[in-house]
């Protein structure tokens, strides 16, 4: 996909943030995949306040530093990486961008001189063996996120093939047993003919939403006991995605799992729940006092949209920083440039803002630099439902 194609995309040029991206999918992307990427649960609250949090913690910036030199190294999961953040899992990256889906993403991710992490969904648009053959440079890092299937066997298969294809660690997703309420996205229903969707949903019948199609693909069932037996499996590191308790990251620790990914899917699945920055906030100390945070990384996504998110979380003993809708976006509107362009603006703005901060290293990011006094400030507006203005009646709408 090139901006030759899309004549009435705005130039690259022209996009200043990660916000940016979404608006210009908003009015630019089939208006069911718009709702499919965008959709959050029930009032969406979980998934404005993940973001509105971040604005309750301010910086306390330190004075007459030497910033010339901005280093941005970190270790996630034990691997040193240039850049403390990684494209988080997102299914079906194919509807926004039919020609590029998810390989766009894969080459974004291998020609920057950063090599971005990225976290492949099971529900991928291109298989596993497309997304491994697309790497671009041989040391870029590629991780597999596991919903896991009623089926034990579909589940382990999986796993191996992800190992033997070489990727390197296992997330599995553990906040959604089945999809949450999306309402904008239920709005359309979705069937699998002519659509670019991973193989294990050509089977799935038409149902109300794309979420709800991939949800009956999710076992209600998984329990701990399953987490210790996929480590009988393999010998890749298990990071639970979608932890939302400190008492559950401390069992993740204790049974080997090698992290956790605090995250509520993007305020996607239970709304109300807290969001991620507040349990980072309270958890750290605790794991801490334990001596629990050797060798135990705790990762975060939702809501990080800019550089001084990224900072704010850092500071609070994040090991490493996940960005999801803000690449799917780029990757939608402009395949491959936009996702590059994303990485220079938040790389840009991650530099400036050490800088401003008085901090020339990730591990100078300490607690003492923010004033958490309005953290705990829940913003939840009660006007419903957020996008009232966008709903479509339109019967039999299809994705
Ligand atoms: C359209 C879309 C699809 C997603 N698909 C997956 C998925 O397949 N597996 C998963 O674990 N999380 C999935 N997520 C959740 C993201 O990985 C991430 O946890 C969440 O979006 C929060 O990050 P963000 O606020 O930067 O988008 C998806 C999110 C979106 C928006």
């Given at each position: 996909m090139t901006q030759d194609q899309k004549p009435d995309i705005p130039s690259?040029?022209?996009?200043?943030?990660?916000n940016e991206f979404e608006v210009i999918a908003s009015k630019t992307l089939p208006k069911a995949v718009y709702a499919y990427y965008s959709s959050a649960a029930d009032d969406e609250v979980s998934y404005r306040q993940n973001h509105h949090s971040f604005h309750g913690i301010f910086f306390k910036p330190k004075i007459?530093?030497?910033?010339t030199d901005i280093d941005l190294s970190s270790k996630i999961l034990g691997e040193i990486f240039q850049i403390p953040f990684y494209i988080s899992a997102t299914a079906l990256c194919g509807l926004g961008n039919?020609?590029?889906?998810e390989i766009d993403i894969v080459k974004a991710c291998g020609s920057t001189d950063v090599l971005v992490p990225q976290m492949i969904s099971t529900?991928?648009?291109?298989?596993l063996d497309e997304i491994t053959a697309?790497?671009?440079?041989?040391?870029q890092t590629q991780w597999f996120q596991l919903y896991v299937n009623g089926d034990r066997k579909i589940t382990h298969d999986l796993i191996k093939k992800a190992e033997h294809l070489g990727l390197k660690a296992l997330f599995v997703t553990v906040d959604a047993p089945q999809a949450g309420n999306r309402e904008k996205d239920l709005r359309f229903k979705f069937s699998c003919?002519?659509?670019?969707?991973?193989?294990?949903?050509?089977g799935s019948q038409t149902a109300n939403g794309t979420s709800g199609a991939l949800s009956k693909?999710?076992?209600?069932?998984?329990?701990w006991k399953d987490i210790e037996n996929f480590r009988t499996l393999t010998s890749l590191p298990i990071i639970l995605k979608g932890v939302q308790r400190i008492d559950d990251i401390i069992k993740a620790a204790e049974i080997g799992c090698k992290g956790v990914v605090l995250s509520n899917h993007g305020g996607r699945?239970?709304?109300?729940?807290?969001p991620p920055i507040e349990v980072l906030a309270e958890s750290v100390p605790v794991l801490k006092s334990r001596g629990l945070d050797k060798n135990f990384d705790i990762l975060i996504d939702g809501g990080i949209r800019r550089g001084t998110d990224i900072l704010k979380a850092l500071c609070l003993g994040a090991s490493g920083i996940g960005i999801a809708s803000p690449f799917l976006y780029a990757n939608s509107v402009y395949g491959q440039a936009g996702v590059e362009k994303a990485f220079d603006i938040i790389i840009n703005e991650l530099k400036l803002s050490m800088r401003l901060l008085g901090v020339t290293k990730i591990s100078e990011l300490t607690p003492d630099l923010l004033d958490l006094k309005g953290l705990y400030d829940r913003y939840a507006p009660s006007t419903y439902p957020f996008h009232f203005h966008e709903t479509s009646f339109e019967p039999n709408a299809t994705v």
């Open positions: 690259l040029d022209l996009v200043f943030n990660l007459l530093v030497d910033v039919p020609s590029g889906g529900f991928s648009s291109n298989s697309a790497k671009v440079n041989e040391k003919a002519n659509k670019k969707g991973p193989n294990i949903m050509k693909l999710i076992d209600t069932a998984l329990t699945q239970l709304d109300f729940s807290v």
